[in-house]
Each structure stands twice: as C-alpha cells, then as structure tokens.
C-alpha cells in the first residue's frame, strides 16, 4: 500500500530502480526503452558519469544559497551559457524549478514590464487551444487543454484563445501551406482588434506543440506573421520552448527555425535532462531595461529560484550536449527515427499523422485515415498504447487533446539524444506491436 498520492489512484506503477543510457530499470529487473525521455526530459539518458560528477563536486562545494545573499557561480556560468546561444534580443535568465513556474514567471514579466511602462491597462493574454503551459493556476489559465482545465475553470483568471495551427485537421482541402499559416495567425490580429490592442499585454505558444498534440510545428511563415502581428499592436510574443526546447527539435531553440525571434522564451525539461528540477524565462534587453529602469527589480522569487546544484546540473548537460555534437544526432537520427516511423506506420489503417522535428515527433491515431474519424474518448486510446508499449519493455508518452470539440489519441516520441540507430528500429518494432495490440482491444478484428 502506497502512501503516495499518484496521478492514477487505481493503477499500481513498476518501482524504477535506476537507468542507464536510453534504459530505465524496475526494481522486477524489467528494462524499459525511454522513448520519450519521460515527458521530453531525460535528452541525455540516464546515469549519465559527468552529469553525475558535477553534481557530487557542486554537493560538496555549496548546496544552497539564498539569491536575496547571493549569486553563485553555476546559475551566472549557465545564464551566460544560455544567453550566448539565444534568440536575438534574448539578454538575461531567470532560474527556477520547472516549466510551469517558468511560464508562470513569463506572464508576470509580460504583466509587469506594461505596469513600468505606463500602461497597466494591458492585461489580456491570448493563447491557443490545444496548448499547455503548465498547472499551476496562472499557467493553466493560459493554456488552452479543456481536461486539464475543466475542474478548476472558476478560479482561473481570464485569457483568451485562438485556433493552433494544426494543418492536419485545420488546413483546407487545395489550400496551400503559406496560406493556411497566413490565415492561422490572422486570428491573432482579430482577438487582439476584438479585445483591444491597448489591452493585450502577450500572447503566448509552444512553437512545436508537445503534450497536447504529440508534436505539431506550426507551418512555414505561421510564427512569422505572428511577430509582425504582435509588433503591429506592441503586444509581447512568449514562446514556450519548456518540451520544445534545448535541442530537442535539432537546434537549440525550436523557434529558430520558424525564424521567430520571442519577447520572452521559456525552457525546462531538456535544460537539466532530469538530473535535477529546473527550468527558466529567459527575457529580452527590452523588458530587462524597463525592469532596471523602473521599479529595479522583478516583483517575483520562490525559494529555489536560481538553484546551485540544478545549475550545475544543467550546466554539465548543456556542456556534454555541446561537446560530443549531440545536436547533429538528434537531427541525423532523428531523421532516421521518422523515416522507420514512416515506413511502418505510413499505411497503417489507424495512424493518421506522423510529424515532428528532431528527436520530438509524433503520430496520430484515427479510426479511418480518410475522414480522420477519432477513436471514442472513452476508450483512452493513447492510454491503452502506453500501456501495452510499457508490457514490451518500451516508454512513449500519450499525448491527447481537443480542439474544437474534437478529442484526439496522439503519441510523442522523445528519446534521449544519445539515441543510436540500432534502438531506433527497436522503439519502432515495439511501438507497433503495443499499438496493434491496443487498437484490438478498442475495435476487436
Ligand atoms: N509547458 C509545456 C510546453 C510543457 O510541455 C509542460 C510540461 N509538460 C509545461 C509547460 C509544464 O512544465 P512542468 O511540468 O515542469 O511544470
């Protein structure tokens, strides 16, 4: 009996044990292949020896020092590390302990950067359905996912929503590309009209979608008409790079290759690969400026923001990521990862959509692929793959979400960086026996 309160009160878990490479061990001695890096965390593997060794060195070193006393020396190391690697504008960090309190920071700085500038009557935030930014209440009101939001609808502040851009459902039939992105981000120009542009302080986007959709990019020139558009109307672009991020799409930022440059941009998951809980907004000079320049400060802080030993965690990461090239595996195996997705699943009767970019793709499930009719909610799907994937020894993460009154079955794919041809085949082998095996059990043969 477990004294813990899990996720699935109902569904007793496998004890993990410990990990190796791409590998997670249960304490039965089953061996797992981390296909998703948990949820799009572990870029590294697990077990990683100089992950491990920066962390004993920092241990002894110092554990802990209160940022209202100090700087220490992994947090500046890491943010000038970021920095360097960065979107244009982008000049300063700020560290804290996970996604959703980066992004919870990012709305704050959005808020607080027109409350310096005399213009405290921007407020509104504009998001997309079919989005996460996390669960705290703030983060949760900006995202746009019916199911996590639906039990605590009454103590979210307000925000507004506009379409994604998901081509596979929402591009018309002869319509091109440039043309369905051009009309996708149109919305934005009309909530922003709608509302009142001087009442719009930020809108805010995965540029690949992740936990929602199992990897949607956006198409060529959506996130382009985006800046025009929040330029135009001097509202804040926030990307949300927390699953996206950090090399997992095969640059270091998946905004770069939308040609996007963010107001803000917020990373987590890949920036400490998992060896310890951190995440960070990373900010333009622009709002720095109105920071320093007015109050002198952000009006913002927890306890751990700016944690030594998650720095020096994120800090080995980032370093290993850099010196063995890993970013170049991620684009040559990645590619080799979606073209064994592609040839097994490519006819599938009941795979929809595979897409992705990177180490960071994804397949959607359909009943038939030519109306891209959806299983029935009730029959959890995605749940069910995870499910039968985890009997064959296999980690993919369920991703599900609806849009429009449409609840989809998707599956991300986000393995370790470190990931080698050989395992590639073995993800893909096991994946489709697990989803052939659900899918039986949804609509017997
Ligand atoms: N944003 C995105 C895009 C995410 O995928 C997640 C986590 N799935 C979050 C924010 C929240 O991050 P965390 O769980 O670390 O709070």
């Not at 919305?187 to 805010?204: Q, R, S």
């Not at 020096?312 to 073209?339: F, K, M, S, T, W």
């Not at 006819?347 to 990177?358: M, P, Q, S």
Request: proline share 5%; aromatic share 6%.
């Amino acid at each position: 009996m477990t004294h813990i309160l899990h996720r699935q009160i109902h569904a007793p878990l496998p004890v993990a044990a410990g990990g190796s490479g791409i590998e997670l061990f249960d304490t039965e001695g089953r061996a797992y292949i981390d296909a998703s890096g948990g949820a799009a965390v572990s870029c590294l593997g697990h077990g990683h020896p100089d992950v491990i060794e920066a962390l004993r060195r920092q241990a002894e070193t110092l554990a802990y020092a209160h940022t209202s006393f100090f700087t220490s020396e992994p947090a500046e190391r890491l943010a000038d590390r970021l920095i360097a690697s960065a979107p244009e504008g982008i000049s300063h960090a700020y560290f804290v302990s996970g996604g959703s309190e980066a992004n919870e920071a990012a709305i704050k700085m959005a808020r607080q950067y027109f409350v310096e500038k005399g213009q405290p009557q921007r407020r509104n935030i504009i998001a997309r359905r079919q989005s996460y930014h996390g669960n705290t209440l703030g983060t949760l009101a900006a995202g746009g996912n019916e199911w996590r939001r639906a039990p605590f609808a009454p103590l979210l502040i307000g925000t507004h929503h506009i379409s994604p851009c998901y081509a596979y459902r929402h591009r018309e039939e002869g319509e091109s590309d440039a043309a369905y992105g051009q009309r996708a981000a149109q919305e934005l120009e009309d909530k922003i009209l709608e509302l009142g542009p001087d009442t719009v302080m930020a809108f805010m986007a995965e540029p690949v979608v992740g936990a929602t959709a199992g990897a949607v990019p956006a198409v060529e020139g959506y996130f382009r008409r985006i800046r025009e558009i929040c330029d135009r109307h001097g509202v804040l672009l926030i990307l949300d790079e927390v699953m996206c991020g950090m090399g997992r799409t095969g640059t270091m930022f998946a905004c770069e290759q939308d040609g996007v440059r963010p107001d803000i941009v917020t990373i987590a998951k890949g920036l400490g690969g998992g060896y310890q809980p951190i995440g960070a907004a990373l900010l333009s000079r622009d709002i720095f400026d109105a920071f320093a320049e007015g109050s002198g400060l952000f009006q913002h802080g927890h306890t751990y923001i700016c944690h030594p030993m998650a720095c020096a965690a994120a800090l080995a990461v980032q370093e290993v990521i850099a010196r063995d090239g890993l970013l170049r595996n991620v684009r040559e195996v990645g590619a080799h990862l979606r073209e064994r997705l592609e040839a097994r699943f490519g006819n599938h009767a009941h795979i929809g959509d595979i897409r992705g970019r990177g180490m960071f793709l994804g397949l959607e499930l359909v009943t038939d692929r030519s109306t891209k009719a959806t299983f029935e909610p009730d029959a959890k799907l995605h749940a069910r793959v995870k499910k039968e994937a985890m009997a064959r020894g296999l980690m993919v993460y369920p991703a599900g979400g609806t849009v429009d009154g449409v609840r989809g079955d998707h599956i991300l794919i986000a393995p370790p960086f470190i990931l080698g041809r050989p395992a590639a085949e073995a993800i893909v082998e096991r994946l489709g026996e697990a989803l052939d095996a659900a899918v039986a059990q949804v609509r017997p043969a």
